[in-house]
């Protein structure tokens, strides 16, 4: 572990930087169904322990994403507090998002391929 790096319920270092390199996608396909807003993101995230993060994490990656194309925002008025910002998957992010669940399976399976030890036993 990296000094100072603290320890979650889903692990140190490795379970974080395998998070980062799928949030991305993972955000992408929460918003196929439809609008959502930051923090309905950040609890859909969160029903998966593993892909816990924060709204330190999450707010520039959407803002990425606008900026990239792969998503459009809306302010829309919130039943209790200040209007809310949601994010909606556009047609360059559901290419982005049909790309990535092509190639998942692949790596997935070429992971795996170096990890499962011929004789059964895990690293």
């Not at 998966?48 to 994403?65: A, D, F, H």
């Not at 829309?76 to 909606?88: K, N």
Request: net charge neutral; charged share 25%; aromatic share 6%.
């Amino acid at each position: 572990m990296v000094p100072g790096e603290a320890m979650n319920e889903a692990g140190g270092r490795v379970p974080s930087q395998l998070r980062k390199g799928v949030l991305e996608h993972c955000v992408l396909a929460l918003l196929r169904d439809g609008p959502r807003y930051g923090v309905e993101l950040l609890a859909e995230l969160a029903s998966v322990s593993v892909m816990t993060t924060s709204q330190g994490t999450i707010y520039p990656l959407l803002s990425r994403l606008r900026r990239e194309g792969l998503v459009d925002t809306e302010l829309r008025e919130s039943p209790s507090g200040p209007p809310r910002r949601y994010y909606t998957l556009t047609a360059v992010g559901r290419a982005a998002l049909a790309e990535f669940t092509r190639a998942w399976p692949l790596f997935r399976d070429a992971v795996d391929h170096f990890l499962n030890d011929p004789q059964g036993e895990t690293a």
